[in-house]
């Protein structure tokens, strides 16, 4: 009699255990990704030859064209610019710098985008490190100071400043001027709301204010922010340790809280690049918002039915003799580290940022003032601006360039704002819950609310080896 087969016998053919381990469906599979990665191994490169850029922003692209253009024909190597979504941009931004595979020569990123590259050790950072080139060409005297500092990990810059951005507030002169009131008299938040308040009157006798003071709603990450930085806070301190859960943060968080809401309230939620905001703003129904260089253009191509109406001034202080603006938003220009040509990738940088036509052409499409500051003599600064009233608004940002607060490159400070954002929030149900609306009697819940997201934040930097080591070096 012949023996049983043993069944336990291990198998010894690997196509035999494909066999087995694979239905039709996952051989297909199998055989797709094979025949796609030999199409890939042989699919001929065809990226064009000299040096790749990309942008974001569609009004920086349509005024490099003209430059680039200019440069492609008297100059080697080619610069070949892209536009691309912004998601699209730090997408294939970040995975080509995690996955160290070739990206664009010269990337131009936001804030925002920008810090992503900061998370690992510095060696790791997808940018070139530009530190020594800005020193030894002079661009660091030439250039404000606080707009480095968005681009400066551990002390090494890793890009060329594109703005400033300033802030100060735009105001509905029509309205304000009407009622007879004088602007010049506020120097503080709290002169602005007393000054302001009869603008609040309940005209039409339906019990509510006609309109509100200030565009500021618990939602609005960015002007939470830039609230925080003008009285003097900070998310990171100037060694990018964790500094949510500080006093003047506490106390800013628990003033907007009595803005919006309680009886005090001044506030409406207009939020910029919306129907609804703008609407809001066109029928006078908020008085008042916070405004960097750059929104102003925004404001002429969303909003022109408000060109005559709107004037600036500058921010209101937290307290007599703070700073009267803050900053919101920025932009950099970076030369990836996996380039081939970085010595041609920073002359072609320097063409473009460092460009007195681009810069007067940044000012007078887009309102954007240079942060180069032996351009801010030119007198293109001072037109006059219909839209505003006839005044000069890039004399006028340009006056307050300096003091614009220094600001964290953090890759942790997009949810960092985000925790401030959800602190405050809590924050303004506690008040209608208790029915507190004074900011001493808030200032207790907004220290437990940041401690809060002070915590949140830390743990997540501490699982970061990199950024912690460096931290407990600096201290």
């Known amino acids: 009699m012949q023996p049983l087969p043993n069944v336990?016998?291990?198998r010894n053919s690997l196509l035999t255990t494909l066999r087995a381990a694979l239905s039709p469906g996952g051989w297909t599979i199998v055989i797709l990704a094979l025949l796609s990665t030999l199409l890939v191994l042989l699919r001929p490169d065809t990226r064009r030859p000299g040096i790749d850029m990309w942008v974001f922003a569609r009004p920086h692209h349509e005024m490099y064209v003209p430059n680039v253009e200019s440069w492609n024909a008297s100059r080697d190597p080619d610069l070949n610019l892209y536009l691309l979504s912004l998601p699209a941009l730090e997408r294939r931004m970040s995975s080509g710098f995690l996955s160290d595979t070739p990206v664009a020569d010269l990337i131009e990123a936001d804030v925002r985008v920008a810090s992503r590259a900061f998370t690992g050790p510095l060696e790791d950072v997808g940018f070139l490190d530009l530190t020594d080139r800005i020193k030894e060409s002079g661009i660091?005297?030439?250039?404000?100071?606080p707009s480095f500092?968005?681009?400066t990990s551990r002390g090494r810059i890793f890009g060329l400043p594109h703005d400033v951005h300033p802030v100060m507030l735009a105001y509905r002169a029509d309205l304000v001027e009407a009622a007879g009131i004088d602007v010049s008299s506020i120097e503080t938040w709290d002169d602005f709301i007393a000054v302001m308040k009869p603008l609040m009157a309940d005209g039409d006798g339906d019990g509510l204010p006609d309109r509100y003071l200030l565009n500021v709603w618990e939602t609005q990450i960015d002007t939470i922010e830039a609230f925080i930085l003008q009285a003097g806070g900070c998310y990171f301190d100037d060694l990018e340790r964790v500094a949510i859960d500080g006093e003047v943060n506490a106390r800013v968080i628990a003033t907007i809280a009595t803005w919006v809401t309680g009886p005090n309230r001044i506030a409406v939620d207009a939020q910029e690049f919306t129907a609804s905001g703008n609407r809001l703003k066109l029928e006078g129904f908020v008085v008042a918002s916070i405004m960097p260089d750059w929104l102003g253009g925004v404001w002429k191509h969303d909003m022109a039915d408000l060109?005559?109406?709107?004037?600036?001034?500058?921010?209101?202080?937290?307290?007599?003799?703070?700073?009267?603006?803050?900053?919101?938003?920025?932009?950099?220009?970076?030369i990836a580290r996996s380039t081939r040509e970085p010595e041609a990738a920073w002359e072609l940088a320097k063409h473009l940022y460092l460009?007195?036509?681009?810069?007067?052409?940044?000012?007078?499409?887009?309102?954007?003032?240079?942060?180069?500051?032996?351009?801010?003599?030119?007198?293109?600064?001072?037109?006059p601006d219909p839209f505003f009233q006839g005044q000069a608004p890039g004399r006028m940002y340009i006056d307050l360039a300096p003091s614009v607060p220094h600001r964290t490159s953090s890759p942790f400070n997009q949810i960092a704002k985000e925790r401030v954002r959800d602190a405050l929030s809590r924050l303004r149900e506690f008040a209608e819950e208790k029915q507190l609306f004074t900011i001493e009697e808030l200032l207790p819940e907004a220290r437990r609310q940041l401690e809060s997201a002070h915590e949140d934040i830390q743990r997540r930097v501490d699982r970061n080896f990199f950024l912690k080591a460096s931290s407990q070096e600096q201290r």
């Open 8 to 10: 336990y016998e291990p």
């Open 149 to 151: 500092t968005p681009w």
């Open 307 to 334: 060109s005559g109406k709107i004037k600036l001034m500058p921010l209101p202080a937290w307290e007599e003799g703070g700073c009267r603006t803050t900053v919101w938003g920025g932009t950099m220009l970076g």
């Open 355 to 383: 460009s007195e036509d681009l810069a007067q052409q940044l000012y007078e499409s887009n309102g954007i003032i240079s942060p180069i500051t032996r351009l801010w003599t030119r007198e293109f600064y001072d037109e």
């Open 140 to 145: 660091l005297e030439e250039i404000n100071a």
